[in-house]
T-cell receptor
Framework: AQTVTQSQPEMSVQEAETVTLSCTYD???????LFWYKQPPSRQMILVIR??????QNATENRFSVNFQKAAKSFSLKISDSQLGDAAMYFC????????????????FGKGTHLIIQP | DGGITQSPKYLFRKEGQNVTLSCEQN?????MYWYRQDPGQGLRLIYY???????QKGDIAEGYSVSREKKESFPLTVTSAQKNPTAFYLC??????????????FGPGTRLTVL
């Protein structure tokens, strides 16, 4: 079974600064997907960014980018130019691809990192 | 607007009662999922369904039941056998197609409290 570890229960950053949230995972699979979800106080889970393990290029979405290190099984999220609206819980998640039969198992989540934005 | 709806937003249950949480999606997704979230924890998978009239247990299925009679709907029943049902429940759906990044999209959640 796969496991996902987020070692930072809470992080704080000044508005407009850059912050990096860490995530490590354990798997024996060679193909998989990784996701970062944001959960604001409304508690709605919102997809931030996703990465396919077979792609060497790191995914980017506007101010959000990842540093995917497959050999190290590390998947960190970098938020540039932090804004007050970025304050939320951030969850790292793992998913097996459908064709391995593991996709039906749903996502495996870390315990989350609470991100605080200081004005 | 396409999306996932969950109702009710808040639900209170007396001990010994069964309650049903609703989840509906109009995204034409084949797969649907139920997760449970406890304070300080990530989400844990309760049940999932990849096709109508078929569903599978997740990691914490004991005390829960589901049905999938329609593609759009995946209700979750919390039975009296669930010993600690107070939690936040999230429903999700995905395309579940091979050879694509199968991203799950979430509903707004239901907060269940046992009195």
């Amino acid at each position: 079974a796969q496991t996902v570890t987020q070692s930072q229960p809470e992080m704080s950053v000044q508005e407009a600064e850059t912050v990096t949230l860490s995530c490590t995972y354990d798997t024996s699979e060679s193909d998989y997907y990784l996701f970062w979800y944001k959960q604001p106080p409304s508690r709605q889970m919102i997809l931030v960014i996703r990465q396919e393990a077979y792609k060497q290029q790191n995914a980017t979405e506007n101010r959000f980018s990842v540093n995917f290190q497959k050999a190290a099984k590390s998947f960190s999220l970098k938020i540039s130019d932090s804004q007050l609206g970025d304050a939320a819980m951030y969850f790292c998640a793992y998913r097996s691809p459908i064709w391995t039969g593991g996709g039906a198992d749903g996502l495996t989540f870390g315990k989350g990192t609470h991100l605080i934005i200081q004005p | 607007d396409g999306g996932i709806t969950q109702s009710p937003k808040y639900l209170f249950r007396k001990e010994g009662q069964n309650v049903t949480l609703s989840c509906e999606q109009n995204l034409n997704h084949d797969a649907m999922y139920w997760y449970r979230q406890d304070p300080g924890q990530g989400l844990r998978l309760i049940y999932y369904s990849q096709i109508v009239n078929d569903f599978q247990k997740g990691d914490i299925a004991e005390g829960y039941s589901v049905s999938r009679e329609k593609k759009e709907s995946f209700p979750l029943t919390v039975t009296s056998a669930q010993k600690n049902p107070t939690a936040f429940y999230l429903c999700a759906s995905s395309i579940a197609a091979v050879m694509v990044v199968d991203t799950q999209y979430f509903g707004p959640g239901t907060r269940l409290t046992v009195l």
